[in-house]
Nanobody
Framework: QVQLVESGGGSVQPGGSLRLSCSVS????????IGWFRHPPTNEREWVATMNYRGGDLYYTDSVKGRFTISQDSAEATVYLQMDSLKVDDTAMYYCAAALNDRRCQSVARWSSRGWNFRPGDFGAWGQGTQVTVSL
């Protein structure tokens, strides 16, 4: 069973940057979809960005495109989320998650008229979360 541990959260002012890390263990020979989700204080959990563990198939929700970058370092067994130009609306608990049955992102992604989306229910392993607070 894959295990995920997030770190790197904190408090920043609008316009600031943070880099979140997701340490991935028990996943050495796999290449499934790893995603970042967030749970704002007054909303339900929402998808942020995803990629396959060994690279490729990068997806971003529209509200973070051009500001957030997901990346991976297989040698370090870590998936990162670089967050720049942070806004107050980015305040949330951030989680990383691994897709059920090690499915790749292309097979987990769902397309609609509003663009790509990833559902939390398609991800079976979750970290404990790291808090990001953006405020003046």
């Amino acid at each position: 069973q894959v295990q995920l541990v997030e770190s790197g959260g904190g408090s920043v002012q609008p316009g600031g940057s943070l880099r979140l890390s997701c340490s991935v263990s028990d996943y050495t020979y796999k290449d499934g979809c790893i995603g970042w989700f967030r749970h704002p204080p007054t909303n339900e959990r929402e998808w942020v960005a995803t990629m396959n563990y060994r690279g490729g198939d990068l997806y971003y929700t529209d509200s973070v495109k051009g500001r957030f970058t997901i990346s991976q370092d297989s040698a370090e067994a870590t998936v990162y989320l670089q967050m720049d130009s942070l806004k107050v609306d980015d305040t949330a608990m951030y989680y990383c998650a691994a897709a059920l049955n090690d499915r790749r992102c292309q097979s987990v992604a769902r397309w609609s008229s509003r663009g790509w989306n990833f559902r939390p229910g398609d991800f079976g392993a979750w970290g404990q979360g790291t808090q990001v607070t953006v405020s003046l």
